[in-house]
């Protein structure tokens, strides 16, 4: 069994700095081809609009579709459009191998959304979080201008923290936004906590995410990892 560890402050933005940009095999989701519906003037997203948009730009992200993904952002140059491409890249680091999005809630400028998503090779269950996008008509349909977390409790990782690195233990995966050399500390009081459990301990501990501050020391119980200044990001449903 392993855990993830999020080490660093969350909400942080700007360039992905060096760590494990992981590109790993396509997954069974089809990112297909971009939204082409070109909406009327001066109409307001619709719910399958909104839908459409978002379950094409879920589906570039699981299958490593970097140019489908990017065609679903209004403006690659700007910081938010920006900070979308580094978000793909880290959600990539991370793993993500499924990401399924709810009936988004829509408004004029753009919707909320709860998503299900599952990390590869961390969850037996789906992790839930909810998420803020505000859109814009293009000339093909609709794009992406900004993607936050948004309410309390549980967010999507890589979008909270675009710019994470990712350090792979033998029993942890850790990411977060400090040096690589503190993430490989983390992943070592990590992978010491879980293999020194025994194999009963070992099958009770749900895989989970957190953000690890930096001081913060680890310790395992039935319940998993708890760090004394712990952020929880997401929690597995089913595992």
């Known amino acids: 069994m392993s855990a993830v560890l999020l080490a660093g402050l969350a909400m942080l933005a700007g360039c992905s700095g060096a760590g494990e940009s992981a590109t790993p095999s396509s997954l069974s989701s089809d990112a297909g081809a971009a939204p082409s519906t070109t909406p009327d003037a001066g109409r307001a997203a619709s719910v399958s609009d909104v839908t459409e948009l978002l379950t094409h730009r879920a589906a570039a992200l699981v299958t490593g579709d970097e140019a489908g993904f990017a065609a679903t952002v209004a403006d690659p140059g700007s910081s938010a459009g920006r900070r979308q491409l580094v978000a793909y890249q880290a959600g990539r680091a991370l793993r993500v191998s499924r990401l399924d999005v709810a009936q988004p809630e829509v408004r004029p400028d753009g919707a909320q959304v709860e998503v299900r998503y599952r990390l590869e090779g961390l969850d037996g269950g789906d992790r839930v979080a909810r998420l803020d996008y505000t859109l814009t008509r293009t000339g093909s349909g609709w794009a992406v201008v900004s993607e936050q977390p948004t309410g ?16 792979r233990g033998e029993h942890s995966v850790v990411a977060g936004t400090v040096a690589a050399d503190d993430l490989a500390e983390h992943a070592a009081v990590a992978d010491r906590a879980v293999g020194g459990l025994a194999e009963p301990a070992l099958d009770k501990i749900a895989p989970q995410v957190v953000i690890a501050h930096g001081g913060a020391r680890f310790g395992a119980g039935e319940e998993g990892f708890r760090d004394r200044g712990e952020e929880r990001l997401g929690k597995t449903r089913g595992a």
């Open 152 to 167: 309390a409790g549980a967010t999507a990782p890589w979008v909270a923290m675009p710019d994470l690195r990712v350090h």
